[in-house]
Nanobody, 129 residues
Framework: QIQLVESGGGLVQTGDSLTLSCAGS?????????MAWFRQAPGKEREFVAV???????YYADSLKGRSTISRDNAEATMLLQINSLKPEDTAVYYC??????????????????????WGQGTQVTVSS
């Protein structure tokens, strides 16, 4: 089991950059989890943002590809998401999610929210125009 706490959200301007952090804690090593970010905008379904697997494989949603970077530090039990060139449509609550690692799967597997058992409470990101 793992507990997840997000931080780093806030109110930013269009074009700004932001780094979100997810801290993991628990009895099982952070390195044994695949870690992901999802987001949910008001009135919309939760959507995949990015994933970094236990083996450091990364996938990104098309909407953030090229302007975001996901990373993890297993020693610090932390995952980061840097988003550049923020847009108003990036406004959402951003959630950290984890699942016990599996052998390498593809984008379709990692992008499904139901594949993740553990979730943080979320951090709000608001991008003003």
């Amino acid at each position: 089991q793992i507990q997840l706490v997000e931080s780093g959200g806030g109110l930013v301007q269009t074009g700004d950059s932001l780094t979100l952090s997810c801290a993991g804690s628990g009895r099982t090593s952070f390195s044994t989890y695949d870690m992901a970010w999802f987001r949910q905008a008001p009135g919309k379904e939760r959507e995949f943002v990015a994933v970094v697997t236990w083996s450091q494989t990364t996938y990104y949603a098309d909407s953030l590809k090229g302007r975001s970077t996901i990373s993890r530090d297993n020693a610090e039990a932390t995952m980061l998401l840097q988003i550049n060139s923020l847009k108003p449509e990036d406004t959402a609550v951003y959630y950290c999610a984890a699942r016990v690692k599996v052998l390498s799967q593809g984008y379709d597997f990692y992008s499904r929210s139901r594949m993740y058992r553990y979730w943080g409470q979320g951090t709000q990101v608001t991008v003003s125009s």
